[in-house]
């Protein structure tokens, strides 16, 4: 239930930046269920292989390369999903950013709720 409760908040938080954001596009609520959950897969395949190739350019960039493994992440993601679609690799660092913010606020209220 937990599980389907972030990913639920993950959408919600898609759509949001979406809307927010010029150079990002969903189609509708649906469209960004969609979305959570491919870069929820994404994240859980494929995340850990890029982080290993670049591993001597995160640790060279302090970690902030874990940024750019982000956006190609968003990127990659909006080739696979038909109703989204990011206008560049700037928009993606962007959406990256305020989409892990947004989560983080979203998740801590979840969390407060809870106790």
Known sequence: ???ILKLLLNAVAVFILA????????D???GALIVALVLSVLNLLVKPILVIFTLPATILTLG???LVINAIIILL????VNGFSVDGFW???LFSILLSILESILHSILKEDKK
């Open 1 to 3: 239930m937990n599980l």
């Open 19 to 26: 809307h927010l954001l010029s150079g990002v596009h969903v």
């Open 28 to 30: 509708g609520y649906t």
């Open 64 to 66: 902030l390369f874990l």
């Open 77 to 80: 993601a909006s080739n696979l």
């Open 91 to 93: 928009w993606a660092l």
